[in-house]
């Protein structure tokens, strides 16, 4: 008897047949929708999907692939660990400041370099050089901000943002489909 048959067949304890809600062949396999797909697999996607547009969208398309490369290169070797979703909540791929507490502003006399302010003591001080991260787990409260070169956030939920250079966001804000990085603004 086969096990669809068994599943559906009458119980001698119950007067109806129990119902057996079957999916279709492709729903099996994780690619016909985003509610059939793990978290991980739906990642996979957005980022095979986003890489020519995002990349044609911000004009520095040979700065932008090797992040997403590198990124769809780490969502892949986490597949094949068994992995289903990230094991962090967000990840971040490609040079940024990972900040809290401290606004983001350009410096109008030295070249535009990024600088910030301390919203706890009111001072204004250089940072270092933003540090490269290889898919770095990041505190969701934190903010983040780019210099010369874009970062790529990926989220346990699915979602990927590419936060284009001199540009700043709140991470955990930056995840929500109606959230943009902000350009950053010169002060004096």
């Known amino acids: 008897m086969p096990l669809s048959a068994r599943l559906t067949a009458p119980r001698p304890d119950r007067a109806r047949p129990a119902v057996v809600l079957m999916a279709p062949r492709r729903a099996r396999t994780g690619r016909c929708c985003d509610v059939c797909a793990s978290p991980l697999d739906i990642l996979r996607r957005r980022l095979r999907d986003a890489t020519p ?16 490369a590198m990124a769809l290169k780490h969502i ?89 250079p001199r540009h700043s966001g709140a991470v955990h804000a930056l995840g929500q489909s109606w959230a943009r990085p902000h350009r950053l603004d010169a002060a004096g």
């Open 76 to 164: 892949e070797a986490l597949a094949e660990q068994g992995f289903t979703t990230l094991p962090w909540r967000v990840g971040l791929f490609g040079r940024a400041h990972v900040t809290c507490r401290k606004q983001a502003y350009l410096h109008p006399g030295h070249d535009g370099r990024v600088k910030f302010l301390d919203l706890d003591s009111g001072r204004r001080d250089a940072p270092m050089p933003p540090q490269m991260h290889y898919g770095a787990s990041i505190d969701p409260d934190a903010d983040i901000t780019t210099e010369d070169q874009g970062a790529l956030l990926v989220y346990a939920s699915g979602t990927c943002l590419y936060v284009p």
């Open 53 to 68: 547009s995002a990349a044609l969208a911000c004009g520095d398309e040979r700065l932008q692939a090797p992040l997403f």
